[in-house]
């Protein structure tokens, strides 16, 4: 079993920032795809964003956040994170970790294809 703790949510001002961390109870290493999602009250669930080391590494984000959001993650603490610039209100959602072991490269970015989910750490965007 695989668990995923998400930390860093809060409150903040549009135009401010927010650093979302997600801890691995196994070896990141093992965990081939890593990603964030977030999903705001009445909306379905969004890819935000998504990291894989495999055969090739890849990095996906959604066109909302491209320029503003940062995938990134530390093997060596099993952990992953989503540096979240210029915030906007409209990124106000709850925030999800989620992971797969194996390697994911596409072009839309669905909760179907993770395996492993966390709680959610909430991010509120306030004008």
């Known amino acids: 079993q695989v668990q995923l703790v998400e930390s860093g949510g809060g409150s903040v001002l549009a135009g401010g920032s927010l650093r979302l961390a997600c801890a691995a109870s196994?070896?990141?290493?093992?965990?081939?795809?890593m990603a964030w999602f977030r999903q705001a009250p009445g909306k379905e669930r969004e890819g935000v964003a998504a990291?894989?080391?495999?055969?090739?590494?890849?990095?996906y984000y959604a066109d909302s956040v491209q320029g503003r959001f940062t995938i990134s993650r530390d093997n060596s603490k099993n952990s992953m994170y989503l540096q979240m610039n210029s915030l906007k209100p409209e990124d106000s959602a709850m925030y999800y970790c989620?992971?797969?072991?194996?390697?994911?490269?596409?072009?839309?970015?669905?909760?179907?294809?993770?395996?492993?989910w966390g709680q959610g750490t909430q991010v509120t965007v306030s004008s």
């Open positions: 990291d894989t080391r495999g055969g090739y590494d890849y990095e």
């Open positions: 989620a992971a797969r072991p194996n390697a994911w490269y596409g072009y839309s970015l669905l909760s179907g294809d993770f395996t492993y």
């Open positions: 196994v070896n990141t290493v093992n965990l081939k795809s």
